[in-house]
């Protein structure tokens, strides 16, 4: 048991676990001389220097009648650890990102950060989890050479390697007698090597807000003075610089359309067949929220009219598509009029923990968002749209 003790200190926790395939104690550590080691990973080593046959996590059990008990009765302390992985847990070891800073430059490198914004946005589409080497160098590369610090050097087989130590992140492929090191870029290729979210890491990551406030933290930490709306837009997170859909509709093609001398289109607008997919709305709802409102912007109080009848929007607090997933329901809905509706989709205005109504970019008087009490709205959705401001305002307004 000694010995297996002994090389878990020499490799660290994380090489000791990658070479014996075992996965990191949820239940039961071995504390021995003030440090703590998986209970069921020194259990299966320790067999393996007493016999020359490692046992693999598949081959007996952990838990408390197994590995604990067993470790009990030869007389070592072993004690409830392990720290489940949840959202505070995620969101505290993306803060603590082992980053390297280069020589001369205070700052740390951006590529782990980077690296996991990339992965995030395929999160959000729910493709495997992980990514092969191949990919991973052709795509996430060019990022860290457009993004990373000035004059840093763009090598995307770091981050795919040792963003491991942050608890959130494995490689699969390496054989264990070449995991020691970090293994060459030839090794990588050859092995067929791929990474990504651990699978605790991933499953946290499917839920939109989890994935917002993971996002944040990294911009907040890692990213200040970065262009958000290019870094975005480049990393395939583009859906996070607006909160509803702001996309114009693609202009219509104008081959076959009659100009005069001069070039000017003549006749009327050329036409086209087009199919899209679009998100079914309850309209009922959109009615209740503004018959509740008077068809009165709950922002700036304007009501307008049209054809000489009342009219209103209704806006979705956290929009309803991809990436943001926010639900079709009354809590969710506030009454705006058009131009509000605009600004609060295209991130310009945004409402406060104190339920003022501010511009991110500041310049605009505070003015409190109209209540009505039959028309409750969720304090969740609203935090989720100040949050999606604070990420593209690069938090220095949003509060």
């Not at 289109?265 to 997919?277: E, I, K, Q, V, Y």
């Not at 929009?319 to 705006?336: F, I, M, R, V, Y």
Request: a neutral charge.
């Amino acid at each position: 048991m000694i010995a297996a003790t002994e090389e878990f200190r020499r490799l660290g926790r994380d090489d000791f676990l990658l070479k014996y395939r075992f996965r990191r104690a949820t239940s039961y550590e071995l504390v021995l001389e003030g440090l703590r080691y998986d209970s069921k990973a020194i259990v299966g080593v320790a067999h393996g220097h007493a016999t020359g046959d490692v046992l693999g996590p598949r081959d007996f059990s952990g838990g408390a009648a197994t590995v604990a008990r067993c470790l009990r009765e030869l007389g070592f302390v072993v004690e409830t650890g392990g720290i489940p992985l949840n959202r505070a847990v995620l969101l505290e070891r993306l803060r603590k990102l082992k980053a390297s800073r280069g020589p001369g430059n205070p700052s740390p490198s951006r590529h782990q950060p980077l690296s996991l914004l990339w992965a995030m946005s395929r999160a959000a589409d729910g493709p495997p989890r992980m990514t092969p080497w191949p990919r991973w160098r052709d795509e996430v590369g060019p990022l860290l050479a457009e993004f990373g610090l000035p004059n840093a050097k763009a090598t995307p087989e770091y981050p795919f390697w040792h963003l491991r130590g942050s608890g959130l992140w494995e490689v699969q492929g390496i054989p264990p007698t070449l995991a020691a090191d970090m293994p060459k870029v030839s090794i990588l290729a050859a092995h067929d090597a791929q990474a990504g979210f651990t699978e605790e890491a991933a499953v946290l990551l499917q839920d939109p807000v989890t994935r917002l406030d993971a996002i944040a933290t990294i911009c907040e930490t890692y990213l200040r003075g970065v262009d958000r709306q290019a870094l975005f837009n480049r990393m395939g997170l583009a859906g996070y610089t607006t909160a509803g859909s702001l996309l114009n509709p693609p202009e219509a093609e104008t081959s076959g359309a009659g100009v005069d001398e001069y070039g000017r289109p003549t006749g009327p607008a050329p036409r086209r067949d087009a199919t899209r997919s679009v998100i079914v709305r309850d309209g009922a709802l959109a009615r209740r929220v503004k018959e509740l409102e008077g068809d009165q912007c709950q922002i700036c109080g304007t009501l307008l009219r049209y054809l000489d009848r009342p009219y209103s929007e209704a806006a979705h607090i956290r929009g309803l598509g991809s990436p943001h997933h926010g639900p079709d329901e009354l809590q969710n809905l506030l009454c705006l009029c058009a131009n509000c509706h605009v600004l609060f989709d295209g991130l310009e205005i945004y409402v406060d923990s104190d339920g003022l109504v501010r511009g991110t970019r500041g310049g605009r008087e505070p003015r409190p968002l109209r209540r009505n009490p039959s028309h409750p709205v969720n304090e969740a959705h609203i935090s989720y749209h100040r949050n999606l401001c604070d990420v593209n305002t690069h938090g220095s307004t949003v509060n």
